[in-house]
């Protein structure tokens, strides 16, 4: 397979379809029908408990106790000891600051789920989980594929309701996972917050073949106060609607005018992220927009899959990294794409390598071993995209991925703007690696921001 096959079979299986049922539960929110009820015979009892925070009270005459309420404070989480290359490492000490230890167990069949720690704040909740089965865990993907791919691919997903009612998690499906062993794996799942969660609430988990929770494997049911987070986190939910118009000329001559009317639901700048969320009645909603704080600094959007709804309002939120506490605006500002990227070689002793582009990325770092290479690029101005690919070049400029097969795979680093880019390639000779001279990557095209478009939010 090229290289271009395997980031299609990636997409196919971590792209962002719309969750089954989506729809009728949007229509069901919008007509503010009664809240979504866990149907008896589905609920199951988790098979252990490990109480945290205040002691449950008990209630007379209950069959009975209630759940004990999970307190975001200061907690340990294992996960990172054994997972220290986590793409999240460097948000563990704000992690383990706003955290739960959980400790509850659910099983079914040979395998039993553990939410070992959970982590929540205005912008992402995160669970940290262990799975541990009797027999050996069956992997999605084939044996050509990477090893850390597969163990994601095959990682439980993890859908929720909070106060009886279904949170939307639909859009870039966010998780990593490692196995210590051929029966237990171990993971989280950072799951977005499209809405605002109140300081106390009743969350229950579910990990199943859906957001159906009648295809649930495994259910856990806790309540959370997050109250202790509020003091570093600054939301605004403006619920402002404004209007996008694209006009010119497109690559085959033919004149062209789009239309959109999303609407600015919040912005949360918070210990685990920032995020701004987006809703709109589009099947195609709007994504091509970059985002700049009251200083005149850009805030890279990182990539994000998104959904539409057509006739139901659909919502959306997008990561984007360089916002702190001290942020006083954002303005989102659409963008029209001028140009077609171009591609920026050198050799290996050129780096950092860039060009004279006014917005794009820099190779910084490039570490090049027996079956992976990795590589980091900084960011400038106003970019489309921040998940940056590259290609190792032989001396007489051939491309590795012609010769073998190679995988590509992203992750960012998030305090210091960065994105980090691996390419494994377990197949390639001592030859082929020895041959490597030289590194290319493509710098994204001039895109035309449409400043009379511009939305501002300023933040409290």
């Known amino acids: 397979m090229t290289l271009d096959e395997k980031l299609k079979a990636r997409a196919k299986r971590e792209g962002s379809p719309m969750p089954e049922g989506f729809d009728k539960r949007m229509d069901t ?73 959980v400790g509850l167990s659910d099983t079914n069949g040979d395998q039993t789920l553990t939410i070992d720690n959970l982590a929540v704040d205005d912008s992402y909740m995160l669970v940290f989980y262990t799975l541990k089965s009797k027999t050996p865990i069956e992997l999605a993907g084939t044996d050509d594929e990477p090893q850390s791919w597969r163990v ?49 609430f009743d969350l229950l988990l579910y990990d199943g073949a859906s957001s159906d929770i009648n295809d649930a494997n495994f259910q856990f049911a806790m309540s959370v106060d997050k109250s202790a987070v509020a003091v570093e986190t600054r939301t605004v939910e403006p619920k402002q609607d404004f209007t996008v118009r694209f006009s010119g000329t497109d690559e085959f001559g033919n004149d062209y005018e789009d239309e959109y009317t999303p609407r600015i639901e919040r912005i949360s700048i918070s210990p685990f992220g920032s995020t701004i969320t987006l809703s709109e009645r589009a099947k195609v909603p709007l994504t091509n927009f970059v985002l700049r704080d009251d200083k005149g600094s850009y805030l890279p959007v990182l990539y994000s899959g998104s959904v539409g709804g057509g006739i139901v309002r659909s919502t959306n939120s997008f990561e984007f990294i360089g916002a702190g506490l001290d942020t006083k605006a954002v303005t989102l500002i659409p963008y029209r794409y001028e140009g077609r990227s171009h591609e920026v070689t050198g050799s290996l002793d050129q780096l950092p390598l860039t060009d004279d582009s006014e917005n794009g990325f820099t190779l910084e770092s490039l570490a090049i071993g027996e079956t992976r290479a990795t590589a980091t690029f900084s960011f400038r101005g106003a970019l489309d995209h921040c998940n940056t690919q590259f290609s190792l070049l032989l001396a007489d400029g051939t491309s590795l991925d012609q010769l073998t097969d190679c995988f590509m795979d992203f992750r960012y680093d998030r305090e210091n703007s960065l994105c980090i880019t691996t390419i494994e390639y377990p197949d390639a000779t001592d030859a082929q690696i020895a041959q490597i001279t030289g590194v290319s990557f493509r710098q994204p095209g001039e895109m035309t921001l449409l400043e009379d478009q511009a939305v501002t939010i300023d933040l409290p």
């Open 29 to 101: 929110l919008l007509a503010d029908l009664p809240a979504l009820v866990t149907p008896i015979k589905k609920r199951r009892a988790p098979r252990t408990a490990l109480c945290i925070g205040v002691a449950a009270a008990l209630v007379v005459g209950a069959a009975a106790a209630a759940p004990a309420m999970l307190q975001m404070a200061q907690n340990a989480i294992g996960y990172f000891a054994q997972n220290g290359g986590s793409e999240y490492a460097a948000y563990q000490d704000k992690y383990e600051k706003y955290n739960a230890a």
């Open 152 to 200: 994601r691919w095959s990682a439980p997903v993890f859908f929720a309701q909070v106060n009886g009612k279904q949170l939307d998690t639909s859009g870039t499906l966010e998780k990593e996972a490692a196995m210590p062993d051929a029966y237990t794996l171990t993971g989280v799942h950072r799951i977005v917050l499209k809405e605002a969660l109140p300081d106390q």
